[in-house]
């Protein structure tokens, strides 16, 4: 493929994600933007964290039993897929969000379950491994970010003792968390798809600014709210089969998500929206996401 038509890709592709050149050139796909193009062991690690990253405790019912890890979305940050990589660059603070999913050596139920450190330094960079799918991610502050092999040997690499808080590749999964993901309802392939397309587009915008998804907690276009103040926040995500839910009363505008789900530049291929009496409902193949705004602008 000729260079400049990949370069349009790349910056079509960072026009929407808010990616620099660098983390946008190595997402491409081939013949696509690369957002939702992965292997199925990331396919199946997005979904999964997108039940962490989208439940409250406060929020969820009693038949569900997911370690909330809403606090990540607390830091500023950009989502930067890969084929078969998860890439977070967080200019700020990138220990302490990458410390809101992963759990304690001595406490595994305080963390998504399997996460594991491979390799990682004191400020900087975080390279992880989730047991259960194999798959990689990535928690850095930069987009050029230094490679596994780099981390692994330097002198500034964390050891356990270092890090006290975070367990290492090594540490097998355990039986409580192995409890936890045969907790979690099955899933249809497309639903997997749309959960992991929630996650990859946290940090979504419109170049035109007609939209913006804001990290799930900025308003950025600072558009005027239609209804009262905030209620107590909720987000909740669950579901089974081929139909879920997604309830939310906060940012991002609930059209904002359908846009960032659907728009032909970057939205998952094949999907439809159509509004609801509850608010939208996203469509792919036979499995249906519902996306239920209780927010004061509903």
């Not at 897929?81 to 200019?91: G, K, Q």
């Not at 990689?136 to 596994?148: G, H, I, T």
Request: one cysteine or more; charged letters at 25%; proline letters at 6%.
């Amino acid at each position: 493929m000729p260079a400049s038509n990949r370069r349009t890709r790349r910056d079509l592709r960072r026009s929407f994600t808010g990616e620099d050149k660098i983390a946008a050139e190595r997402g491409l796909g081939r013949a696509c933007l690369g957002l939702d193009r992965c292997s199925l062991g990331q396919r199946r690690l997005r979904a999964l964290l997108a039940l962490h990253l989208f439940n409250r405790y406060e929020s969820m019912p009693d038949h569900v039993d997911v370690y909330s890890a809403h606090a990540f979305l607390s830091y500023t940050m950009i989502a930067s897929p890969e084929y078969d990589r998860m890439v977070f660059i967080v200019p700020s603070a990138v220990r302490n969000a990458f410390g809101r999913l992963i759990g304690h050596p001595r406490d595994l139920q305080l963390g998504m379950p399997g996460l594991r450190l491979v390799a990682g330094d004191w400020s900087n960079t975080f390279h992880a491994i989730h047991l259960p799918t194999d798959a990689r991610a990535v928690f850095a502050a930069r987009s050029d970010f230094e490679p596994l092999s780099a981390v692994s040997r330097s002198s500034g690499n964390l050891t356990e003792r270092q890090t006290g808080s975070f367990p290492f590749a090594d540490v097998p999964l355990s039986a409580e968390e192995q409890n936890s993901l045969d907790r979690i309802p099955p899933m249809t392939a497309e639903i997997e798809t749309l959960l992991a397309a929630l996650v990859v587009r946290i940090s979504a915008r419109d170049p035109h600014q007609t939209w913006d998804i804001g990290n799930w907690w900025g308003a950025p276009l600072r558009r005027p709210r239609r209804g009262g103040g905030w209620k107590s926040q909720e987000r909740f995500l669950w579901g089974a089969g081929e139909r879920w839910t997604l309830r939310w009363n906060e940012d991002p505008y609930p059209e904002d998500l359908v846009a960032s789900l659907t728009t032909p530049e970057i939205g998952v291929d094949g999907t439809s929206s159509e509004k609801t009496e509850s608010g939208w409902a996203v469509k792919l193949g036979r499995s249906e996401l519902s996306l239920d705004y209780t927010g004061p602008d509903a």
